[in-house]
């Protein structure tokens, strides 16, 4: 069956989750094109977070020494399984991000992968949120696999957004994928707020296994999504 998103909310019982927009059916029709026949190729060298959670990374950073720059050394448990933490950065004095990654695996070529990030300041969650939509929105242009679903926590602040996403790579294979990221007010202290994401990213390489990894997105998809909507937040500090 191809896959197609659906528009379900994250079950929790005790916070209420809703929709705000759901999957669109031109990326719907897209998704079913490239699950019935894949002809085109690429890699996603890349995941789509940034500056202040929006920038397209096109190259993993080389290898360097991690520093835990927010007291969440890890590891981290989430759905079942243990992540390490693999690398971080401080891309500006206000923002920091931290990637994990299960054992065996790589930030270069992950299947899995946690993201925890901060960013100090004024932003705000629905701010965070509308930037990296408008990049996703943007990005239809050259990549029509590109899907989004967001719902909304309004008793806790909170955002959760899914999205799909696809490149091509200089060996003409496709890499797919799929993120759900949650935004949360942050409050590291008296003077210091703004926005924590705690996301998860799956990926698959190559046209078969992206073909395989899109027609099982529907089962594993809405579980990865309740697991992070019922997670606790990593206890992060700046």
Known sequence: MPYSLPANTPEQSQVKWEPVFRPELRTNK????????IKIGTALAARLVAACFVAIVIAMPAAA?????????GPLEFDGKSYGLAWSGQPTANYVKQ???????KVETYA??????VVTGEIKV????????????KRKASDPLVNISLVENKATGEALLDFIASTKGADGEYIVEWNAYRYAPYRGGAKTAGVLLYAVSHRAYGN???????????????RQINALAKADLPAAKR
């Open 208 to 222: 078969q296994n992206a073909k395989t990894f899109l027609g099982g997105l529907k089962q594993f998809r809405q």
């Open 99 to 105: 990637e994990y990654v299960p054992a065996g695996q």
């Open 30 to 37: 897209e998704l079913e094109r490239f699950t019935d026949s």
């Open 112 to 117: 899995q992968m946690l993201l925890v990030e």
């Open 65 to 73: 020494q991690v520093k835990d720059f927010l007291s969440v050394p």
């Open 126 to 137: 629905m701010d965070a949120v509308r930037s990296q939509v408008d990049a996703l929105n």
